[in-house]
């Protein structure tokens, strides 16, 4: 057993955990943050994408120990209050979302995409970088159209200042 000690969505956590104990399980079963989805446990998905240290990683792919000491941030992290963060609010109204399984990890992907990009995106470079988010539900379209709309979202905002990342 270890200790495990993060900053999660802003708060800094503790808790232990046995060294073999993925990142996707300790944020679900010992800080009960279960927006994030265990969908293949062998880093194929990407249901389970968080970001670490403002980069996105597949959380199953993560031992929580090899993530003690970093900033973590969730899907649960995103929106600030109420008001959704941009991409949340693209998938929603671009309905870039059906059963919802794999969304939580396409919006966290999405969200590192378009803060890697801040030129803004295209299709082209959409599709590619989702290499590794599987939907089963959907042909993607309406998920790229949402990643695209929130990308020139989030570039006119970013327009004259510093883009924060989530």
Avoid: W
Wanted: net charge neutral.
């Amino acid at each position: 057993m270890s200790d495990v000690s993060l900053t999660v969505n802003g708060k800094r956590v503790s808790g232990v955990a046995e060294d073999r104990t993925l990142l996707v399980h300790f944020l679900r079963e010992n800080l009960g943050l279960t927006g994030t989805h265990v969908g293949c446990d062998t880093s194929q998905c990407g249901a389970c994408v968080v970001h670490v240290d403002g980069k996105a990683m597949k959380s199953c792919s993560m031992l929580a120990v090899q993530a003690s000491g970093s900033t973590i941030v969730t899907i649960e992290g995103l929106a600030n209050g109420s008001d959704l963060h941009p991409v949340q609010a693209a998938f929603k109204e671009h309905h870039g979302l059906q059963c919802g399984f794999c969304t939580p990890g396409m919006i966290m992907t999405a969200t590192d995409m378009i803060n890697r990009h801040p030129e803004g995106l295209d299709e082209a470079t959409v599709r590619a970088e989702l290499e590794g988010n599987i939907c089963r539900c959907t042909g993607y379209h309406n998920i790229v159209k949402a990643i695209l709309a929130a990308s020139k979202t989030m570039s006119k905002g970013a327009k004259g200042k510093t883009r924060q990342a989530a």
